[in-house]
C-alpha cells in the first residue's frame, strides 16, 4: 500500500512562492505518473500537473509558466514549485499517483492519494 505525504503548504502574499513536497512511502514503483491536485472551499477537485516516468509533465492553463513539477525518483518524493502565486491558488493542494495513465487527469484515474497541504494566498 502506497502512502502519500504532503507537505510545504503555508500562507503566503500574492506574487510569492512556495514548494510543495509529496513523501511516497511503502511500495513505490517509478513507472507511477504523479500528479497534483487542488480543491478550494465549495469547489470541485480539479487536475493541476502531472509527471510520468519519462519526467514529461502536463500543467493546467491556469498554472502554465508559474508551477513546475517535479520527482525524484531515488528520494520517492514529489514536487511543485510554484511561483507568482495568486489569491485564485488558494486550495488545498493534493498529491495522487497512478498507474497507466498521464497528461491531463481526473481524480476517478488515480489510485492512491494524500491526505493534502493548505495553500492561502492573500492579496
Known amino acids: 500500500q502506497v502512502q502519500l505525504v504532503e507537505s510545504g503548504g503555508g500562507s503566503v502574499q500574492s506574487g510569492g512562492s512556495l514548494r510543495l513536497s509529496c513523501a511516497a512511502n511503502?511500495?513505490?514503483?517509478?513507472?507511477?505518473?504523479m500528479a497534483w491536485f487542488r480543491q478550494a472551499p465549495g469547489k470541485e477537485r480539479e487536475w493541476v500537473a502531472t509527471?510520468?516516468?519519462?519526467?514529461?509533465?502536463s500543467y493546467e492553463d491556469s498554472v502554465k509558466g508559474r508551477f513546475t513539477i517535479s520527482r525524484d525518483n531515488a528520494k520517492n518524493t514529489l514536487y511543485l514549485q510554484m511561483n507568482s502565486l495568486k489569491p485564485e491558488d488558494t486550495a488545498m493542494y493534493y498529491c495522487?499517483?497512478?498507474?497507466?495513465?498521464?497528461?491531463?487527469?481526473?481524480?476517478?484515474?488515480?489510485?492512491?492519494w494524500g491526505k493534502g497541504t493548505l495553500v492561502t494566498i492573500s492579496s
Open positions: 511503502g511500495y513505490t514503483d517509478s513507472s507511477y505518473s
Open positions: 495522487a499517483a497512478t498507474s497507466g495513465k498521464s497528461g491531463f487527469l481526473v481524480p476517478e484515474d488515480m489510485d492512491y
Open positions: 509527471i510520468d516516468s519519462d519526467g514529461d509533465s
